[in-house]
């Protein structure tokens, strides 16, 4: 079941204890589209489904990367995605994002989710061995 955008952005912007809304949608929008990057096939596609429309979207058109990046890289990589960032805010949003983005997967997704991602991300899912 798909999360509605306006739901999926509270919780966003309450665990990332955001001033504004759009600063729980830019933290979004950056984690997505760097995450989105990291999946392939059928996994990235499912995950896309239980996201509200434009998230999912991000998701399926992200950025290219050209190698998984290990968690610190990840974390490294969103904060020169947003601005103003430092790595100890970057880590902050992408918690945030994907805490949340692992209540709307469900276990069993995202276990396949973490298949395809180096070791480490279970923590920035907020799901330490969930591998």
């Not at 830019?26 to 760097?34: E, F, M, Q, S």
């Not at 096939?41 to 290990?70: D, F, H, K, M, T």
């Given at each position: 079941?798909?999360?509605?955008?306006?739901?999926?952005?509270?919780?966003?912007?309450?665990?990332?204890?955001?001033?504004?809304?759009?600063?729980?949608?830019?933290?979004?929008?950056?984690?997505?589209?760097?995450?989105?990057?990291?999946?392939?096939?059928?996994?990235?596609?499912?995950?896309?489904?239980?996201?509200?429309?434009?998230?999912a979207l991000i998701l399926l058109n992200p950025l290219q990367s050209a190698e998984p990046?290990?968690?610190?890289?990840?974390?490294?990589?969103?904060?020169?995605?947003?601005?103003?960032?430092?790595?100890?805010?970057?880590?902050?949003?992408?918690?945030?994002?994907?805490?949340?983005?692992?209540?709307?997967?469900?276990?069993?997704?995202?276990?396949?989710?973490?298949?395809?991602?180096?070791?480490?991300?279970?923590?920035?899912?907020?799901?330490?061995?969930?591998?």
């Amino acid at each position: 079941m798909t999360v509605r955008q306006e739901a999926f952005l509270d919780q966003v912007k309450e665990r990332g204890r955001y001033d504004t809304m759009g600063e729980a949608e830019r933290a979004a929008r950056v984690v997505l589209a760097l995450l989105g990057a990291h999946l392939v096939g059928e996994v990235r596609a499912r995950l896309a489904a239980r996201l509200p429309e434009g998230y999912a979207l991000i998701l399926l058109n992200p950025l290219q990367s050209a190698e998984p990046l290990p968690p610190e890289r990840f974390v490294r990589a969103t904060a020169a995605w947003i601005e103003g960032a430092t790595e100890k805010t970057a880590a902050w949003d992408v918690g945030a994002v994907l805490s949340t983005v692992a209540d709307a997967a469900g276990d069993d997704l995202l276990k396949e989710v973490l298949l395809q991602l180096p070791a480490g991300y279970d923590l920035l899912f907020g799901r330490p061995q969930l591998t």
